[in-house]
Antibody
Framework: QVQLQESGPGLVKPSQTLSLTCIVS??????????WTWVRQPAGKGLEWIGR???????SYNPSLKSRVTISIDTSKNQFSLKLSSVTAADTAVYYC?????????????????WGQGTLVTVSS | DSQMTQSPASLSASVGDRVTITCRAS??????LNWYQQKPGKAPKLLIY???SLQSGVPSRFSGSGSGTDFTLTINSLQPEDFATYYC?????????FGQGTKVEIK
């Protein structure tokens, strides 16, 4: 059974770059069947999609964060990463990584079927 | 962007009740609609994908319906473990977006 685990600093200073890694175990990140994605959730608020990456390295980002986000993949380590630059207090949130599966109906119906436990990142000096 | 609006924002219900949560998209998203359950301090959990397909292991008291812009999540015979926040999500177009959540509380 696939498991995802986020790792990275829990405290980042304003204007610096937030860096997180999601380690995937129990399955290959190189599978053609999945995308890999990041989602964040400020305390007491809803879920915000950050972006996704495919095994080839192809990415798609939320336009609201696009200028500051980079998602990369390392198939040799079975992990993918998130970098968010120029952070402010508004970027304080729990960050989740997740696997994106596709329904086998030929219509690219995507859904997030496996999630990491989440990691709290606080932006503060 | 496709904005997703859930109603109500919160509701109080008793064990055994039937609960319905509505999700409305700002534009047609066909059947690209998923539902998640989140409990405090935990990651969201996929309940239903493609409007009405039940994720493996999810009890059959959960069901979904709709198409286009209007969708519903129904919980038949609410159980103690169902008290949580529920989110709808569209994956019709990027940026993928979530509803603001509906908190189901114990009456």
């Amino acid at each position: 059974q696939v498991q995802l685990q986020e790792s990275g600093p829990g405290l980042v200073k304003p204007s610096q770059t937030l860096s997180l890694t999601c380690i995937v175990s129990g399955g290959s990140i190189s599978s053609n069947n999945y995308y890999w994605t990041w989602v964040r959730q400020p305390a007491g608020k809803g879920l915000e999609w950050i972006g996704r990456i495919y095994t080839t390295g192809s990415t798609s980002y939320n336009p609201s964060l696009k200028s500051r986000v980079t998602i990369s993949i390392d198939t040799s380590k079975n992990q993918f990463s998130l970098k968010l630059s120029s952070v402010t207090a508004a970027d304080t949130a729990v960050y989740y990584c997740a696997r994106v599966s596709t329904a086998r109906d030929g219509y690219n119906h995507y859904y997030f079927d496996c999630w990491g436990q989440g990691t709290l990142v606080t932006v503060s000096s | 962007d496709s904005q997703m609006t859930q109603s109500p924002a919160s509701l109080s219900a008793s064990v055994g009740d039937r609960v319905t949560i509505t999700c409305r998209a700002s534009q047609s998203i066909s059947t690209y609609l998923n539902w998640y359950q989140q409990k405090p301090g935990k990651a969201p959990k996929l309940l239903i994908y493609v409007v009405s397909s039940l994720q493996s292991g999810v009890p059959s008291r959960f069901s979904g319906s709709g198409s286009g812009t209007d969708f519903t999540l129904t919980i038949n015979s609410l159980q103690p473990e169902d008290f949580a926040t529920y989110y709808c999500q569209q994956t019709y177009s990027t940026p993928w977006t979530f509803g603001q959540g509906t908190k189901v509380e114990i009456k």
